[in-house]
């Protein structure tokens, strides 16, 4: 075990680095506290889980496992590590065993296993087939089924497993419509185990509610009623939160808090980048240097989320100022500069390279696919520097990955072959690994939860751990980490969101008619909005309502109407010519801005050009080669009130919430030479328009307002520009989102409110309740965007407070006193 403290001295090189840690906070150690097992528990379980080390298990543990014992709904919400799969297991594998025992009924108990990775799935059946075998106990089957699972064994999954393990988007696309093949497994159903349900928010918790109603409902038309058993890290009203999953009230619910499991003495470091002597962020650069400390050539973005796989953050259309009348697209060639700090993925490299050669296992969390690859290569080149070869020990681990390449680096990892791995969220649920010495986050992670999670890797079991949050040149970073109370002391956020979203809701309205045709005592388990819906979906021809009932009446797969992970349709497939080699994937919705003709493309370490992107047959056609420039793509963006939902007056200034068609298309690209970032030229595009039908919060500034703050004409677009830049950083504070879940677009007339208005929407089909929080909250929403504006030590504005890493606008214009001087103006009439 290697001691923290003395890691927390290699990150701060002996007092060298020590100006860079803004806030060093000690969490003490947690001695645990355990229970009796159970009388009721299986025997032969109770002795696997003693033969391997658990004499007796924690409190929190019993209190759980004996709710869904009884038959209750029951949440697990405690810390990473605590042991949450006890609670499920314990019970349920029970069930089935006395099922199978009691010899008196023709029904084998069974048992569904969700997660939202196929990695979790795997770690879960290695961890249970351990404790069978420490349990003699052979007649219990478990199995993992998912879309790589093949058909011979998915048959005898089918036929005899007990426990089957899998995710959402299985009993989506195939268990549900398949429901007739599965009839033994859902005829048995005594438990449904929803694991890590604190990743189901914004739109794929809304997916994921529908499909566990239609589980349920399914369930029922084979007889069963199981109990869920939900497992979630810390957070805000977790019954709440189970039963808006479930279509339960939250009385149902039974939820366990009290963690009683033991902890580590933990190190944990905010940590601030250095300011870099003598050079300048160019506003409109996203993530300059980020990709400048590669001495490889990268893809880029101004929306870098775009790059993130499913299961990880989405993209949003990009922020941007929009003058009167027209959508825009600004030019970078006099942008303005603001002094920069060194990025946190190239301050990451350094640390982990330091950490690795101080022999501490770590695991680095990147906030986007191309960082994670940033940092794995520059660590390598690090390492190999001082002990050539000792690279090796170091590598990227993101969404895209082909599953027998995930898997080999989970197992590199495990052994200890590997060291360490830079990573995407992909590993903040996906593989339970233990052991780690340290934790090194790049940028904040979008939710408390999502920190909590993560920096539950380091220290696992009771031991020491070392983590350090490197913050980005973004509001919100800057502020945390200047602010500890706000990362240490403030409540976590619940998880948001909206089962009633349409767009959301309407096909699988339509998948669960095609399962078993709905019927009007159906509709309440969906929601009070489902009678309108399936009028709708009744008119436009997608269902068909008779007497009994409403029918799918198509030939194709209703499950084909959507897709889960909110990708926007099938993936686009990246191809190396030649050879037909798959590279990897990239979203349908990214793939315009980062998988063009033209584009730069990245994939281990390796330079790729974009030779064709053919959207029709979902495919990107690429070609190997080392070149010393990197692409970024530009969009022009508008944005059209569809429907106000909710609106107020504080004086002049109008709030609205409401529908939007928010329409961007990439027009060009343009080649940037690497280190130094000179623009070698723009190249056009022709792709077509997307619109995104999404909802949206906004408020207005009257030429009253603008007066009140002494903001002259000329000023206003990067006054409005600047405080929505701010304002989109500044709203993960507030809500369980992060700025990737959000897009803006300010303009100084628009032409729906007839004056300067700033505009904040959810980045998802139909909305994900992250611009109605906004609005629900705006002028303490505002009063922090001010504060993160006024506060910054800059003079005319950085990437710290008022520029955004995804603008396509290029961050010009933008007026930081200007902006200051509005919110003031707005804030007046809320006081």
């Given amino acids: 075990m290697v001691d923290s403290a003395r890691l927390l001295d290699v990150l701060l090189a002996g007092g060298r680095r020590a100006d860079r840690a803004t806030h060093v906070e000690h969490l003490p150690a947690r001695v645990g506290r355990t229970a009796p097992w159970p009388d009721w528990a299986d025997a032969r379980l109770v002795a696997g889980y003693r033969s391997l080390g658990v004499a007796e298990p924690w409190e929190h543990q019993l209190v759980a496992a004996e709710a869904a014992w009884a038959g209750r709904h029951t949440v697990l919400a405690t810390s990473t590590g605590s042991g949450k799969s006890l609670a499920f297991w314990l019970p349920a594998l029970t069930a089935v065993q006395r099922a199978a025992a009691a010899d008196v009924t023709p029904r084998r108990g069974s048992v569904l296993y969700l997660c939202p990775t196929k990695a979790l799935a795997a770690d879960q059946l290695a961890g249970l087939e351990r404790l069978l075998q420490a349990g003699d106990h052979r007649d219990l089957r ?221 695991l680095a969390f990147a906030r986007s696919r191309r960082a994670a690859e940033s940092v794995a290569a520059a660590t390598q080149d690090h390492l190999d520097q001082v002990r050539p070869g000792l690279g090796r020990t170091v590598a990227a681990y993101r969404g895209g990955y082909l599953p027998e390449e995930r898997r080999a680096l989970e197992h590199a990892i495990r052994s200890g072959d590997l060291q360490a791995l830079a990573t995407t969220n992909a590993l903040e649920l996906g593989v339970d690994i233990s052991g780690l010495d340290a934790v090194l986050i790049a940028g904040w992670p979008g939710t408390r939860m999502s920190l909590w999670q993560q920096a539950g890797r380091a220290g696992r079991a009771g031991s020491e751990g070392l983590v350090a949050l490197i913050a980005r040149e973004d509001p919100l970073d800057t502020y945390l980490v200047h602010h500890p109370e706000a990362v240490f002391g403030a409540p976590v956020e619940a998880t948001v969101f909206d089962p009633g979203n349409p767009y959301v809701l309407g096909p699988h309205l339509c998948a669960a008619a095609a399962e078993v045709p709905l019927r009007s005592e159906d509709l309440p388990l969906f929601g009070p909005g489902t009678a309108g819906l399936l009028d709708v979906l009744v008119d436009r021809g997608a269902l068909r309502r008779r007497s009994s009932g409403w029918y799918w009446t198509h030939p194709e797969p209703a499950t084909r109407l959507t897709d889960l992970r909110g990708s926007g349709g099938e993936p686009v497939r990246v191809v190396e010519v030649g050879t037909g080699r798959l590279l990897g994937t990239v979203d349908a919705g990214s793939a315009d801005a980062t998988v063009h003709a033209g584009a730069v493309y990245v994939h281990q370490g390796a330079t790729y050009l974009v030779e064709e992107l053919d959207l029709e047959q979902s495919v990107a056609m690429v070609t190997a080669g080392r070149v010393d420039y990197g692409t970024w793509s530009r969009w022009l963006t508008s944005i059209e009130i569809r429907g106000v939902r909710a609106e107020r007056t504080a004086g002049p200034v109008r709030w609205g919430f409401g529908a939007v068609d928010v329409t961007t298309q990439v027009v060009s690209y343009q080649k940037r030479r690497l280190p130094e970032m000179t623009v070698l030229g723009q190249e056009p595009l022709d792709l077509p328009t997307r619109t995104l039908p999404t909802t949206a919060v906004w408020w207005t500034a009257p030429v009253e307002v603008l007066a ?30 992060d700025r990737w879940d959000l897009g803006g677009v300010s303009t100084a007339l628009h032409v729906d409110t007839e004056c300067a208005t700033v505009f904040v929407h959810d980045a998802y089909p139909g909305g994900a309740g992250f611009a109605e929080r906004g609005f629900e909250l705006g002028p303490r929403w505002l009063r922090a965007t001010r504060d993160a504006i006024a506060t910054c030590g800059c003079s005319a504005g950085c990437p710290a407070c008022v520029q955004s890493p995804k603008c396509g606008n290029g961050n010009n214009p933008l007026e930081k006193d200007a902006a200051v001087r509005l919110l003031d103006a707005v804030l007046a009439h809320d006081a």
């Avoid at 549900?176 to 990743?199: F, I």
């Avoid at 019954?239 to 366990?256: E, H, N, T, W």
């Avoid at 000329?714 to 989102?737: F, M, N, R």
């Fill in 708 to 737: 009140a703050a002494r903001v002259d004409d000329g000023d206003v677009p990067g006054a409005l520009h600047a405080a929505e830049h701010a304002s989109i950083g500044l709203l993960p504070l507030l809500a369980t989102c």
């Fill in 142 to 362: 478990p199995a993992t089924c998912d879309g790589d699972t093949g058909p011979t064994e998915r048959r005898w999954v089918h036929e005899y497993a007990d426990v089957v393990l899998t995710n959402p988007d299985f009993l989506h696309f195939s268990l549900l419509p398949g429901h007739r093949r599965w009839a033994r497994l859902l005829r048995g159903l005594r438990y449904v185990v929803v694991d890590e349900c604190h990743a189901y928010r914004g739109v794929f918790g809304a997916h994921v509610a529908a499909v566990l109603r239609r589980l349920r409902r399914v369930a029922a038309h084979y007889g069963s009623d199981p109990t869920f058993v939900l497992a979630s890290a810390t957070t805000a009203e977790p019954a709440a939160s189970a039963a808006r999953l479930l279509g339960v009230s939250a009385d149902d619910v039974v939820a366990v808090t009290d963690d009683a499991s033991p902890q580590g003495r933990k190190t944990f470091a905010l940590w601030q980048p250095p300011e870099l002597p003598g050079q300048a962020a160019v506003l409109g650069e996203p993530e300059p240097a980020e990709v400048a400390s590669l001495p490889r050539a990268v893809t880029g973005t101004d929306d870098d989320a775009a790059l993130a796989a499913p299961g990880e953050s989405h993209g949003a259309p990009p922020d941007g100022a929009v003058p009167p009348g027209a959508p825009h697209e600004a030019h970078h060639e006099d942008a303005p500069t603001a002094p920069a700090h060194r990025t946190a993925t190239a301050e990451m490299a350094d640390l982990l390279a330091d950490l690795v050669l101080a022999g501490a296992r770590t």
